[in-house]
């Protein structure tokens, strides 16, 4: 089960009576781009009560923290495993009723050099075209006094040197924000009373490893500790020297943390029927939410493939018996049709604090999206792609190892994600709600905001001047070719995603007043927007349909643009005249009806709730978010990622809240798609700084809570208030 705080997540287990996890942190990416882990830690009590007695392992989800206890042969022990929200420590606390000796191995894969085995670089920024030879480097382990010491410093040529040189870039390259330059990732096990009593080698889940082992004196009281510390530094003397800043843990603290993060929002359905799929897909949703938390403040975002929580691989697809290293989809490659999924519930559930890392994932790399458009087009605006490196440039074996010399040194040479720029304006979409929801103070995103509009200005006018004289059609609109209607519908003609979050995006920037008071801002922003084209429909068997774009080359993927309009751009929706028209592409849409599913990354379950769909969206929503096949019920997955797939999980937290509650401007749906069967009591947020808590039971709203109350009149419901 997962355990974590901060920006550490633990895999926690129990096996043969000893206590195990692994532990991973935001932001500790190797050479390669591997998001590693940062070891496994092995917890061994003499007398062991763990091994064969009466034994539980529970997570205490209220307050964010694993308990085990057992007994045997009148010997009973428990021990808390925590991790310290405010500081990047572990702890491990040990209280037995007689006294006992403690042991704690750290052990390690990456004791040498390990050469990475065909496809297993999919772990990494190379994929499926990692040079010959390319191994994951060994980490630095020791005894250092009492303690040990372990971190990985990435050394030599990495992959982010590789790219910059494949992609024409090196006269710039100082230019570049490299992330991996002298980043060390690591730390140390301390524990009062222990001292070194050897190393041992071994093998688990068919990799073998080295490890390093503490031993404790007989006590009825244990502590351990495992401070992290990830910096880049100029030597390593520097990082070690961080790394011993004194610590003092202060649990009631963290406990604190936890307790206001679920007082922020919460659902749960049928409560008194723990038997039924309602309360199991809201004790899903509570467990998935607690996950993301576990990553609240990393320095970087959650990641869709897995987050921090990934295992043992062949537990997952016995096709990759690699290291506890691997996921598919990479480490620090972004994909971000995936990300948005992990980062949009956020809203609703309050917890806008926690999307901080992923906003300030586009702001770190806005320069070198700036940079690209410059040297590739000459043109301004920020070109962010669809897979892209943490340092901001398109991952290099999406870019293509193998293209022509004549081909647009700008572009991805890959038939999924030619001219797919406009996720970013997802995340922009994002943070501007976030100000929208919460008030939170925005100026420091406005100018990604800005640079990510003028690219698609910039760069269509730079594609039409190659085409011909003019440079808009003869409606003076923009033509948005070539363009990706998703990964979908490729050498699209104005497809309706892209269009979609031009214009929302646009009419939420001139709203903000840092922009109407602005008249040069306002007027450049006021005549794109008129430049936008529009959303066309088709004709479907009589029917009119939203159509994917204008027009279209081919189809090469699963996803279903044609109904972005509905999420997450609400353009089309409940309470809209242009209704009909979005539930006759749901309904007659071939390519929506083949695409239909719950798996992964599929949205379909959100589509149906923006359009009031309620046994449609009550299908989908079980299927997405009922148990897994895991022992944890949260653990998705593999489905098109990885297990635990978050934007499996993340797709399904935004469905049953838009179940709930939704949205349109300042009227607030209330049980839009809700079956009638299911009780339920929920709090959730909306934009301007609303909460709206309620229960509903029996067929009638018992409780209704406005805050603040004024918004009470904007309520629209169909259900009943007792």
């Keep these: ?131 010959q030879g390319l191994s994951t480097k060994k980490d630095s382990m020791a005894f250092d006094g009492n303690s040990i010491l372990f971190y990985h410093r990435n050394t030599g040529e990495t992959v982010f040197d590789a790219t910059v040189k494949q992609q024409g870039l090196e006269h710039v390259k100082s230019l570049v924000f490299n992330p991996l330059d002298g980043l060390t990732f690591g730390g140390t096990i301390e524990a009062e009373g222990f001292k070194p009593s050897g190393t041992l080698s071994g093998e688990y889940a068919g990799t073998d490893y080295k490890g390093w082992k503490l031993e404790s004196g007989k006590g009825k009281r244990h502590s351990i500790q495992i401070k992290l510390h990830t910096a880049r530094t100029s030597s390593i003397g520097e990082w070690k020297k961080e790394l011993k800043k004194p610590y003092a843990p202060n649990h009631r603290k963290t406990v604190d943390w936890w307790a206001d993060f679920w007082n922020r929002s919460f659902i749960r359905i049928q409560s008194e029927n723990k038997e039924g799929k309602g309360w199991e897909i809201a004790r899903n949703y509570q467990l998935f939410r607690y996950m993301l938390g576990c990553n609240a403040y990393g320095e970087y975002p959650t990641r869709f493939n897995g987050g921090l929580f990934t295992c043992d691989p062949h537990h997952t697809d016995t096709a990759y018996m690699f290291t506890p290293d691997f996921r598919k989809w990479g480490g620090g490659t972004h994909t971000a049709q995936n990300q948005r999924l992990v980062y949009f519930p956020m809203l609703k559930s309050g917890d806008t604090d926690m999307m901080k890392s992923q906003f300030d994932f586009y702001k770190r790399i806005l320069p070198v999206a700036e940079l690209r458009s410059k040297e590739y087009w000459g043109h301004g605006g920020a070109c962010f792609t669809e897979q892209m490196e943490n340092f901001g440039l398109p991952n290099p074996s999406e870019y293509g190892w193998k293209r022509p010399d004549s081909f647009d040194k700008g572009l991805e040479y890959n038939a999924w994600l030619e001219y797919q720029w406009d996720t970013a304006l997802e995340f922009c979409y994002m943070i501007l709600e976030s100000e929208r929801y919460a008030g939170k103070d925005i100026s420091e995103y406005i100018p990604l905001i800005e640079s990510t509009l003028r690219f698609f200005d910039g760069h269509y006018q730079y594609l039409a001047r190659q085409r011909g004289r003019k440079v808009f059609d003869g409606n003076d609109k923009l033509t948005l070719y070539p363009g990706s209607a998703c990964e979908t519908y490729k050498m ?82 409940l309470g809209k005249d242009n209704l009909d028209i979005a539930l006759d592409t749901w309904k007659y849409d071939k390519d929506a009806i083949r695409f239909r599913s719950h798996t992964g990354w599929k ?18 929503l079980v299927k997405k978010l009922q148990s897994s096949e895991t022992r944890f019920p949260v653990f998705w997955g593999p489905g098109f990622d990885w297990t635990p797939d978050h934007n499996w999980g993340g797709s399904g937290m935004i469905a049953l809240q838009e179940m709930l509650l939704q949205a349109d401007g300042k009227k607030i749906l209330l049980l839009p798609a809700w079956p009638k069967e299911w009780d339920v009591h929920f709090k959730l947020h909306l934009p301007y700084n609303t909460t709206v808590e309620c229960s509903y039971e029996k067929g009638k709203i018992q409780l209704l809570e406005v805050s603040p109350r004024e918004r009470a009149k904007d309520i629209f419901s169909e259900y009943k208030i007792d």
């Design 603 to 620: 949205q379909d379950a959100i589509w149906a709730a923006r359009l009031g769909l309620v046994e449609e969206a009550k299908d989908l």
């Design 1 to 131: 089960m997962p355990c974590g705080g901060g920006d550490i997540g633990l895999n926690v287990w129990v096996e043969d009576g000893d206590i195990l996890f692994y532990f991973s942190r935001s932001g500790t990416f190797d050479e390669n781009n591997t998001l590693l882990k940062l070891g496994r830690v092995r917890l061994r009590l003499q007398s062991n009560p763990f091994d064969g007695g009466s034994f539980r392992q529970e997570l205490k989800l209220e307050e964010g923290y694993i308990d085990i206890t057992g007994g045997k042969g009148g010997v009973n022990a428990a021990v808390r495993v925590w991790v310290d929200v405010f500081n990047p420590v572990i702890n491990v606390e040990i209280t037995n009723n007689k006294n006992l000796k403690a042991e704690v191995s750290y052990e390690s894969w990456r004791y040498r050099d390990r050469l990475l085995r065909k496809n297993e670089s999919s772990q990494n920024s190379y994929k499926w075209a990692a040079p």
């Design 492 to 573: 699209a003609y104005n497809a309706a995603s892209t269009v979609s979050a031009l214009k929302v995006v646009t009419e939420r920037l001139l709203q903000l007043p840092v922009i109407e008071t602005d008249s040069v801002k306002k007027e450049y922003f006021s005549t794109f927007l008129n430049r936008i084209p529009g959303i066309r429909t088709r004709e479907i068997d009589g029917h009119t349909t939203i159509a994917p774009a204008w027009i279209w080359e081919r189809v090469n993927n699963t996803e279903t643009p044609q109904l972005y309009p509905v999420f997450p751009w609400g353009i089309y929706g």
